[in-house]
């Protein structure tokens, strides 16, 4: 990481999908976030180690394994029991959604039924933008 980005907080994108990381890199970007991609699990698990992200938003379909066995490995990490996790996918299995939820997932929301405005508001939630006001609308 470059000097300029130090005390942002870092959020780890994780998705196969170059377009889709890219936009939701940009988003939280713009709202101040220090932001890694990574497109396979294998990826996310070498940047998570290295980088310590403060939120970690990851897809369920990825080349390399499944979201269940990528968030299992991150857990993992000694650090990592209780870091923010958001799985933003397409996929809608409720037994899929059910075991992701029993490993500490913060939220699991449908991409194709939200605004990458949509997520990186929800990333707001958990981990304050750098570039948020003191003053909360609609809290």
Do not use: C, F
Request: glycine share 6%.
């Amino acid at each position: 990481m470059s000097d300029n980005n130090e005390g942002l907080a870092h959020i780890l994108v994780v998705d196969d999908d170059k377009m889709i990381a890219r936009a939701l890199t940009l988003g939280l970007e713009q709202e101040g976030y220090n932001v890694t991609s990574a497109h396979s699990s294998q990826e996310a698990i070498a940047s998570a180690e290295s980088e310590h992200p403060a939120l970690v938003i990851l897809d369920y379909s990825l080349p390399d394994e499944d979201g269940v066995s990528a968030l299992r490995r991150l857990r993992q990490l000694p650090w990592a029991a209780d870091l923010p996790v958001i799985i933003a996918s397409n996929v809608y299995d409720v037994d899929i959604i059910n075991a992701i939820m029993t490993l500490g997932v913060q939220d699991y929301v449908l991409k194709n039924d939200v605004k990458i405005e949509d997520i990186v508001a929800l990333v707001g939630k958990y981990v304050p933008s750098p570039g948020a006001t003191s003053v909360e609308a609609g809290d």
